[in-house]
Nanobody
């Protein structure tokens, strides 16, 4: 079954940058939409950005102009370049993917475990 593993989180000062990666592995036939979501302590999980297999992107208003989502379809990997980070960007960042394991499987959403991003002022 398809699995997602995130990497690249860490601690950074305000104004700094981080790049997150999320690689899908296992049995994968196709991946449609891939995305990044985040959850801060005491808050609900929220959308950060999504990208389709045709590279159509969508961003939350709070990250537009600062974050860039991209993907490498050959590697089944999605990236999130985060610039001009703010303390309010502090959260656990999760990636997800709408994927099919084989031609005969229905598409379903798979989530990664998450990676912590901490931005200090």
């Amino acid at each position: 079954q398809g699995q997602l593993v995130e990497s690249g989180g860490g601690s950074v000062q305000a104004g700094g940058s981080l790049r997150l990666s999320c690689a899908a592995s296992g049995r994968i036939y196709s991946i449609n939409v891939m995305g990044w979501y985040r959850q801060a302590p005491g808050k609900q999980r929220e959308l950060v950005a999504t990208i389709t297999s045709g590279d159509i992107t969508n961003y939350a208003d709070s990250v537009k102009g600062r974050f860039t989502i991209s993907r490498d379809n050959a590697k089944n990997t999605v990236y999130l370049q985060m610039n001009s980070l703010k303390p309010e960007d502090t959260a656990v960042y999760h990636c997800n993917a709408d994927l099919r394991e084989t031609y005969y499987h229905r598409a379903h959403v798979v989530w990664g475990q998450g990676t912590q991003v901490t931005v200090s002022s």
